[in-house]
């Protein structure tokens, strides 16, 4: 099953909008990152937040960190239509040959 | 300068055949990884080499072998394509594994047909 798993699958907002993404996860993890996606295009990281951090701030994003409830979200504030893509979020498990679990994603859609 | 660069962007074959895939980072990372993305966009990931060491192989196939001649390049060579192949295939790269952000390549976009 899905370590991430990213809520809601789909996102349509109106530009000038905050788009907020929520992400629940099933263990104990070293941090969490958010990556996003243009259609036809490689991922791009966009925050990393720590299991020792709560909040962390990059621009008009926002990631949120909730241990004890093993969950994360994302707001972009004042969306852009140049912000319509596909947002995924990663954990990271402790442990030897840690590696990077992706959820399915989220579609967001900024009409202009 | 690219980043992380994939060679080719698109690949079109037919069942049966053998192919590679190339990729190479200039970022002085010691880590990287191969991942596919199928048709629903879900991204998993296949194999990661630190400092050229094979660290992480999923279950993956053993048609799908990675090479990874220096640090700065990790190729993924495919035999006896299957249909189920078809997917979108990225390589990424790190600092120091997954306690640090990742870069992507463009990706390659594999057709079997």
């Known amino acids: 099953s899905q370590q991430g798993e990213e809520d809601p699958q789909a996102l349509s907002i109106q530009e000038g909008e905050n788009a907020t993404m929520n992400c629940s996860y099933k263990t104990s993890i070293n941090n969490l990152q958010w990556y996003r996606q243009n259609s036809g295009r490689g991922l791009v990281h966009l925050i990393l937040?720590?299991?020792?951090?709560r909040e962390k701030h990059s621009g008009r994003l926002r990631v949120t960190l909730d241990t004890s409830k093993k969950s994360s979200s994302l707001l972009i504030t004042a969306s852009r239509a140049a912000d319509t893509a596909s947002y995924f979020c990663?954990?990271?498990?402790?442990?030897?040959?840690?590696?990077?679990?992706f959820g399915k994603g989220i579609t967001l859609s900024v009409r202009p | 300068d690219t980043a992380v660069s994939q060679t080719p962007k698109y690949l079109v074959t037919q069942m049966g055949n053998d192919k590679s895939i190339k990729c190479e980072q200039n970022l002085g990372h010691d880590t990287m990884y191969w991942y596919k993305q199928d048709s629903k966009k879900f991204l998993k990931i296949m194999f990661s080499?630190?400092?050229?060491?094979?660290?992480i192989n999923e279950t993956v196939p053993n048609r799908f072998s990675p090479k990874s001649p220096d640090k700065a390049h990790l190729n993924l060579h495919i035999n006896s394509l299957e249909l189920g192949d078809s997917a979108v295939y990225f390589c990424?790269?790190?600092?120091?594994?997954?306690?640090?952000?990742?870069?992507f390549g463009p990706g390659t976009r594999l057709t079997v047909t």
């Open positions: 990663a954990t990271s498990i402790t442990g030897a040959n840690s590696k990077l679990t």
């Open positions: 990424a790269s790190s600092l120091g594994g997954t306690l640090y952000e990742q870069y």
């Open positions: 080499y630190n400092n050229k060491e094979l660290i």
């Open positions: 937040i720590r299991s020792n951090e």
